[in-house]
């Protein structure tokens, strides 16, 4: 293009000099007229590029703005999936609590059950010792009752033993030997003799307290209780001295109720757990 522009510069300087032909003239001036077209060619191709080039520019403007946009986007898209990842990572620690929770009411919904099948089956029990024991319930050598969800079969001293004395009365077989029998019966199930006295103290070389007078006491009747046919196995004793009263020690009457030997069935402790349902944490 700039030899172009010389070029038409130097012909239009032969013309205006004069210093050329006739023939030269035309020549020249037919070359400067195609040297017109082309400069004007030249400029329209130009104006073309330039147009090319805004458009460009503006294509580019647009594309950086999409840009901008789609980055825009791809920032709330990444913030949206974090945020998904922490409801997905909640509702699975929500899940797994859930499961935990399931598991747990499934554990003490079974507890209950065989609680209550504990229950039932006591109750039978119970029902049975009443029955087996009708006679001499009637006739106030004992009494059976359901204490703490424990049977209990309460005898009076004075129908086993002397006062202070540990050594069993003759009549005492022939008292405890249908409660044997009904001992046996439940061969599944654990018996506690526990020895209870009022709290007139006693103080000899065999008996230097009430709590080894209670505890001889209910050794006496365990052992005369195997030799009629109990399991050895399934039979304990205790001695609770005059600490467990039922009643207050300040009558002949509730002295009289305090003395007493006591066979308790305990309750199946297998179906027991330290997590019972409804304790509180």
């Known amino acids: 293009m700039t030899h172009r522009i010389l070029t038409i510069t130097a012909l239009l300087s032969m013309l205006l000099s004069g210093c050329v032909s006739s023939g030269k003239h035309e020549a020249t001036l037919a070359e400067l007229d195609t040297m017109r077209q082309s400069l004007g060619s030249a400029q329209d191709e130009i104006s073309r590029n330039q147009q090319q080039i805004e458009k460009t520019k503006q294509a580019l403007a647009s594309a950086q703005q999409q840009i901008k946009q789609t980055e825009q986007e791809l920032a709330a898209a990444r913030k949206k ?144 209780l195997t030799d009629l046919g109990v399991s050895s196995e399934n039979i304990s004793a205790a001695g609770f001295g005059e600490f467990h009263p039922r009643s207050k020690n300040d009558t002949k009457e509730g002295r009289q109720l305090n003395r007493r030997i006591e066979i308790i069935m305990l309750p199946n402790l297998d179906i027991l757990s330290n997590e019972l349902p409804g304790v509180a944490s």
Not at 175 to 195: N, W
């Open 81 to 224: 999936v974090t945020a998904t990842q922490d409801d997905v990572t909640k509702l699975e620690a929500k899940k797994q609590a859930l499961q935990k929770e399931l598991s747990a009411s499934q554990t003490q919904l079974a507890t209950l059950r065989e609680i209550e099948a504990e229950t039932t089956r006591r109750n039978e029990i119970y029902a049975q010792f009443v029955n087996r024991l009708k006679t001499m319930i009637d006739g106030g050598q004992l009494t059976v009752s359901i204490e703490q969800g424990r049977i209990v079969i309460n005898l009076p001293n004075n129908v086993l033993f002397k006062s202070g004395s540990a050594n069993l009365n003759p009549e005492s077989t022939e008292a405890l030997t249908p409660i044997a029998a009904a001992m046996s019966q439940f061969s599944d199930r654990r018996f506690q003799i526990e020895g209870h006295t009022d709290n007139n103290p006693i103080k000899t070389s065999r008996f230097p307290s009430n709590w080894e007078l209670s505890t001889s006491r209910a050794l006496a009747v365990v052992h005369l």
